[in-house]
């Protein structure tokens, strides 16, 4: 479909310029992401321009992050199998992952291709990506908090820590619905995506000062 295919283009351009001597430099990954996901939005923006009048508000609501209920049963199964099979290939590389957090010459003296690791998870999660933004739109925050907060609870394995983190993301999206039916304002549904941020960017920022070494500096 052409999510799929917006995903992995936009995901080899991310791959290609972030590269340095051949290897995938993190900080070049980043700015790459950044500036991706800019061009990106505007792009997105200037489609909704051109969009007639009356998908315009659909479009909007969308990009807030909304969980569609008239979804078809052919995407939603579609993207359910493909998340199973995602999921049980990432708990098979559990192993190799757990080898990935070793500096790179001991991973490699483990016999550990990490060039072909990190350019197969790269894919998988950008297809796992993907497949929940066809279904709810962009939903932020879900992917920055669960892994930290699982990793916390279960430690550091990878194995756990995949299965972890589905099972905490989804558990987490329907919360935020719970609570989105709780405070109904009078306006209609409120998209899931915003109830997200305002859970998901404090407990982020929590975690993030907490990692720098500043959470008893209070």
């Not at 900080?27 to 505007?42: C, D, K, Q, S, T």
């Not at 957090?101 to 999660?125: I, K, P, Q, Y």
């Not at 993301?169 to 409120?190: C, H, T």
């Amino acid at each position: 479909s052409a999510a799929v295919i917006g995903a992995m283009t936009a995901l080899a351009v991310v791959y290609v310029l972030s590269q340095k001597r051949g290897m995938i430099d993190p900080l070049g990954l980043l700015l790459v992401g950044v500036i991706v996901n800019a061009i990106n939005g505007a792009a997105i923006m200037f489609i909704n321009y051109l969009s007639p009048r009356g998908l315009r508000g659909d479009m909007a609501l969308w990009m807030m992050g909304y969980l569609n209920a008239n979804t078809g049963w052919l995407t939603l199964g579609s993207v359910m199998v493909f998340t199973g099979a995602a999921i049980s290939v990432a708990m098979w590389l559990g192993g190799a992952l757990d080898v990935a957090t070793f500096s790179d010459a001991e991973a490699h003296s483990m016999g550990l291709n990490l060039n072909r690791l990190r350019l197969g998870v790269f894919a998988l999660a950008g297809l796992l990506t993907a497949g929940s933004v066809l279904l709810a739109g962009p939903i932020g925050f879900v992917g920055l908090v669960c892994p930290h907060l699982v990793r916390l609870m279960l430690g550091p394995r990878h194995r756990l820590l995949v299965i972890g983190s589905a099972m905490a993301g989804a558990s987490l999206i329907v919360g935020a619905e719970v609570i989105i039916k709780l405070a109904d304002i009078g306006q209609g549904k409120m998209p899931v995506g915003a109830v997200m941020a305002i859970i998901g960017g404090p407990v982020f920022l929590w975690m993030l000062r907490s990692q720098m070494g500043r959470g008893d500096e209070a």
